[in-house]
């Protein structure tokens, strides 16, 4: 199974989940060490045969890092929704009685 993402840290990831989902339909490609990832930036047809000559793993750092930026987005993004909401509770007479706003 060649993986053929986007060449970059988000690619890595989907990549990821992608080689998740196909182990689980074909346990045989995991215990074969049979999944590979093509690098490339264009679809020439020069670039795509480099490709082919110079398949890889899965970059599992670049994977961890985009994990872990998702992560903290989602925190972050929390954080600052309650801080918002709290300070128009403030600014807005009425707002407190209104229910969920959403």
Same mark, same amino acid.
């Given at each position: 199974?060649?993986?053929?993402?986007?060449?970059?840290?988000?690619?890595? $990831?989907? /990549?990821? &989940? !992608? *080689? #998740? %989902?196909?182990?689980?339909?074909?346990? *045989?490609?995991? /215990?074969?060490?049979?999944?590979? =990832?093509?690098?490339? +930036? #264009? !679809?020439?047809?020069? &670039?795509?045969?480099? $490709?082919? =000559? /110079?398949?890889?793993?899965?970059?599992?750092?670049? %994977?961890?890092? %985009?994990? $872990? *930026? +998702?992560?903290?987005?989602?925190? !972050?993004? $929390?954080?600052? #929704?309650?801080?918002? #909401?709290?300070?128009?509770?403030?600014?807005?007479?009425?707002?407190?009685? /209104?229910? %969920?706003? +959403?």
């Amino acid at each position: 199974l060649i993986l053929w993402l986007d060449c970059d840290r988000e690619g890595e $990831a989907i /990549s990821d &989940e !992608v *080689r #998740t %989902v196909c182990i689980k339909g074909n346990p *045989r490609l995991q /215990s074969q060490n049979r999944i590979y =990832r093509a690098k490339f +930036s #264009t !679809v020439l047809p020069g &670039e795509i045969q480099r $490709a082919l =000559r /110079s398949l890889g793993r899965i970059n599992e750092h670049f %994977v961890q890092a %985009v994990k $872990a *930026r +998702s992560e903290h987005d989602l925190r !972050v993004g $929390a954080a600052f #929704t309650r801080f918002q #909401t709290l300070r128009l509770q403030k600014k807005f007479d009425g707002f407190q009685d /209104s229910g %969920v706003i +959403s």
